[in-house]
């Protein structure tokens, strides 16, 4: 069965917050700007990882693709080498809102849940050894 080839992998957004979106990844969590127009922002981080936001209700997209991310059903999750201190930091930032404390799970991980401003969970963890 042939495979489509694929170099990058990134979530695209539907939210009519690019700005606060893009200024939420950008100071809290270090992404650089690699394209920013009153339409979409992408973004990339020095690790690699990117993300991008486009508007809702573009006459320039199909149909399916206006309707702006509703709340649900998405987690994005980072790894951290120690979740509690950047609790410690989160918790500092005026604006970010903590959903979940930092909890120590018995399935090995100690995180903590933001929530950005597209409403999109952002699930910070630190993977304990087994």
């Known amino acids: 069965m042939p495979t489509i080839d694929v170099t990058v992998q990134y979530p695209v957004v539907i939210t009519p917050n690019l700005e606060e979106c893009r200024d ?4 809290h969590f270090g992404f650089d700007v690699v394209f920013d127009a ?13 993300l991008g ?3 809702p209700n573009l006459s320039t997209q199909p149909a399916f693709l ?3 991310y ?18 410690g930091k989160a918790q500092k930032i005026e604006g970010v809102e903590i959903v ?6 018995e399935w090995g991980q100690k995180h903590f849940i ?5 409403g999109i969970f952002v699930d910070i963890v630190q993977q304990l050894p087994h």
């Open 38 to 50: 009153d339409w979409y922002v992408q973004l990339k981080h020095a690790n690699g990882i990117e």
């Open 53 to 55: 936001f486009m508007k």
């Open 114 to 118: 933001l929530k950005d401003p597209a």
């Open 24 to 27: 939420f990844y950008v100071e």
């Open 70 to 87: 509703g709340g649900e059903g998405i987690i994005v999750t980072y790894d951290v080498a120690d979740a509690g201190r950047e609790y």
């Open 66 to 68: 206006h309707d702006a």
């Open 100 to 105: 979940y404390p930092y909890t120590e799970e």
